[in-house]
């Protein structure tokens, strides 16, 4: 029987109805306009609230249910709009995803960076894994790639995830410490699972600690599965390479950070996307013949090994740009929700046993984290493609189905939905036999040899920082056993290794190296390997106060802004300064509310008297002298050197009107116009070097 209604005269009388949404004001959830929202209804001045105030007991009544439980992992989060775009056709051999071989579309995307272990309000700048999930909003449907900025994993099989989780989360007595491995569960666990260790060095190494969302990697993790239109496989792992290069914070620095602005990354992705510094990605395969297969001494289907890119290189097929920040955080950031499982015809999954866990695992999450089985429904999780199905009701519908058939098959409402008869999803048709089991395969029982590989590749510096970092975690464990175990472990990976971290924890070193390090490495997984020498969005502060060269001031951020860096001027004082040369100066920010940790450089003009005001600014002082301990490029002209010498930086400083670069310092002593190009020049190359390593002064004693 068809629908007795006729729903097209039903809008029309709807809309004739409806009041012109553009007067803007005050309402009740059904629309009634209010005019006084600040005193409830009461019965006389002095007296009871009334319980015939609906619009205070409905305002009241949504405050207490706005909250929604946050994310299991990964609760602390930023998101941003943008696109993708595959470079060419060259995937088509490969696969049927349109997104990955049609040059002319340009697909809208919703990325998700986050942290793991922290709650939502927790500091983004913590040693942590980064979540880097896109949603490719295609043509075939929504395509969801959740990813990590590291390409392996803590554990081989999902069903372990809930005994990862419940160890790297605060512990249960008194849910201490928030957003830290750096406690006595995390290393019981990871000491007792060895196949952890690979990624464990990956936490423990720089990678933990970005300087931008914008300046790290993403990795798929998994080994997926590309299929053609033929239904030939073609295995693949995707990675995420940014444009701006790979860069981190130090680890002194990010503690610091967490406490001067907790939003540090959410707030720089933010900035720069309000600012038109769109970040980017490029989007690179690695692809191994379904032949290959076997071709690698580690298993293709084990989350904790990479396939070195020495060995199969990165193809770049396609970038990402970021290009707009949501309107609301909850609607969009919070409410969007990610799923494994969510492919497009052409991708397919491979028999990864954590992939296999996830594929379960996210749709199950968000039945209770957004209520219910109609999330798809929410704007920033609806798909750009049509969609029909029989599905009905449940909390949040939002749909109004019209009609008298919600089943298939059905001859009432004319057989529709219809099944697909092109571009369907087709599962790729892999043979597939054996016993129920539960065992792990041989395949995936060598736990060192890649966390060695990883070891092996690091430059000294990075290599430093993971001693240091194993020292500081394992220093706050308070079971010397665990202490113990884990230093064991380590020496399955390197001797030298084993026996650093255990000096500075006070376990012995063990005596003999049980497996002799294999000495190979992947140049690749260094970041210092991958510069990316631009000065492109850098944060570089300017010290000044009254009596500043305003300019050689000028002049000097003149020429930073020209390279794309951010420029701000700090000074004791908000309002304008008087200018010892040049006009008047309008600092952006007080000297007092920012710091060092905040920017990626500091630069301190001429004028004596600006000079001599900072010089007696125990803030100006401690800002200079933590830049310099964070290795960052400084630079000084004129008088500002005078600041270098009391904040006791710098080995060698220029006498005279010559540039003298010395370990990421820049100084000279010319001011006003006569600032030799070749100040600016360098001081922008040392920014462009992130870090003079060679100055690093918290390295861990040899
Ligand atoms: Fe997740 N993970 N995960 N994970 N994951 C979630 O989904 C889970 C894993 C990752 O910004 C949850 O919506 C299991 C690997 C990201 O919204 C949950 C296993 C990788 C995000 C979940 C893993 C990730 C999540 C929590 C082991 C990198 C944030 C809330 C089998 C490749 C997505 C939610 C966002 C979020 C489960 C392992 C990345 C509970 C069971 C490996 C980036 O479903």
Not at 48 to 76: C, G, M, N, Q, S
Not at 131 to 150: C, E, I, S
Not at 658 to 664: D, F, K, L, Y
Request: net charge negative; charged share 25%.
């Amino acid at each position: 029987m068809a629908d007795r209604r006729n729903p097209d005269v039903k809008d029309e009388q709807l809309d004739r109805a409806r009041v012109p949404a553009d007067e803007g004001y005050l309402t009740t959830q059904q629309g009634v306009r209010v005019d006084h929202t600040d005193d409830a209804l009461t019965a006389g001045e002095r007296g009871p609230t009334l319980l015939e105030d609906f619009h205070a007991r409905e305002k009241i009544t949504h405050f207490d249910h706005e909250r929604i439980p946050e994310r299991v992992v990964h609760a602390r989060g930023a998101g941003a709009y943008g696109f993708f775009e595959p470079y060419d056709d060259s995937l088509a051999r490969y696969t049927t995803a349109e997104f990955l071989t049609d040059p002319q579309v340009r697909v809208p995307v919703f990325v998700r960076f986050s942290t793991v272990a922290g709650s939502r309000g927790s500091a983004d700048t913590v040693r942590d894994v980064r979540g880097f999930a896109t949603k490719f909003y295609t043509r075939q449907g929504n395509y969801d790639l959740v990813g990590n900025n590291m390409p392996v994993f803590f554990i081989q099989d999902g069903i372990k995830f809930p005994d990862f989780v419940h160890a790297v989360k605060p512990e249960p007595p008194n849910e201490i410490p928030q957003a830290q491995s750096a406690h006595d569960t995390f290393w019981d666990f990871v000491s007792l699972q060895p196949e952890s260790l690979h990624m464990v060095l990956w936490l423990m190494s720089d990678r933990a600690l970005p300087r931008s969302y914008r300046m790290m990697q993403g990795f798929g993790v998994h080994t997926f599965r590309l299929v053609n239109a033929e239904g030939r496989g073609t295995f693949v792992k995707f990675h995420w390479k940014p444009v701006l290069g790979t860069h981190s914070l130090l680890w002194d620095e990010c503690q610091k950070v967490a406490g001067k602005d907790p939003d540090f990354n959410r707030r720089d992705l933010w900035d720069c996307i309000e600012a038109g510094h769109f970040p980017e990605w490029e989007l690179g395969v690695q692809l191994v013949e379904e032949s290959e297969e076997f071709a690698f001494d580690f298993d293709l289907l084990d989350p904790t090994k990479i396939i070195p890119e020495e060995q199969v290189p990165v193809q770049p097929v396609g970038r990402m740009v970021l290009d707009r920040n949501p309107d609301n955080f909850f609607a969009e950031t919070e409410q969007i929700a990610f799923h494994t499982a969510n492919v497009v015809p052409g991708i397919d999954f491979t028999n990864d046993p954590l992939l296999q866990a996830r594929n379960f695992s996210y749709l199950d999450t968000q039945l209770i984290r957004l209520g219910g089985p109609n999330f798809a429904q929410l704007p920033v999780n609806r798909p750009v493609a049509d969609v029909h199905h029989n599905q009905r009701d449940g909390y949040g519908q939002q749909a109004i189905h019209k009609g008298q058939t919600s089943y298939f098959k059905n001859s009432l409402g004319g057989g529709c939905p219809a099944l697909a008869d092109s571009g369907a999803f087709a599962h790729y048709a892999e043979k597939v036999e054996g016993h129920k089991i539960r065992k792990r395969s041989e395949s995936f029982q060598d736990h060192y040899s890649q966390a060695t590989l990883f070891w092996n590749s690091m430059s000294e510096v990075e290599a430093e920082h993971i001693v240091a970092a194993f020292r500081f975690e394992l220093g706050k464990v308070v079971e010397r056993e665990v202490r113990a175990r884990v230093v064991d472990r380590l020496n399955h990976i390197d001797h030298r290794l084993a026996g650093r971290v255990a000096e500075g924890i006070g376990v012995s070193a063990p005596a003999a190296e049980v497996t002799p390090n294999h000495g190979r490495s992947s140049p690749a997984l260094s970041q210092l390997n991958q510069p990316n020498l631009t000065i492109d969005t850098r944060k570089i502060a300017v010290l000044v106060a009254d009596g500043v060269d305003a300019t050689g001031a000028r002049r000097l951020a003149d020429a930073l802004r020209e390279r794309g860096a951010e420029v701000e001027f700090l000074a004791p004082h908000e309002g304008e300064l008087t200018a010892g040369h040049g006009d008047p100066l309008v600092p952006d920010r007080q000297l007092n509310t920012m710091a060092s940790v905040l920017y990626d450089a500091v630069a301190i003009p001429c004028g004596p008297d600006s000079v001599r005001a900072l010089s007696g600014d125990g803030y100006a002082v401690h800002f200079v002298a933590e830049a310099y301990k964070h290795a960052k490029a400084i630079a000084a002209s004129g008088s500002g050197r005078e600041l270098l010498r009391k904040a006791g930086v710098a080995e060698r400083i220029a006498d005279g009107t010559e540039v003298v670069t010395e370990q990421g310092v820049v100084t000279t002593g010319a001011a006003e116009n006569t600032i030799p190009d070749e100040y600016v020049d360098s001081f922008a190359a040392e920014i462009a070097n992130h870090r003079a390593w060679d100055r690093q002064t918290d390295a861990v004693p040899a």
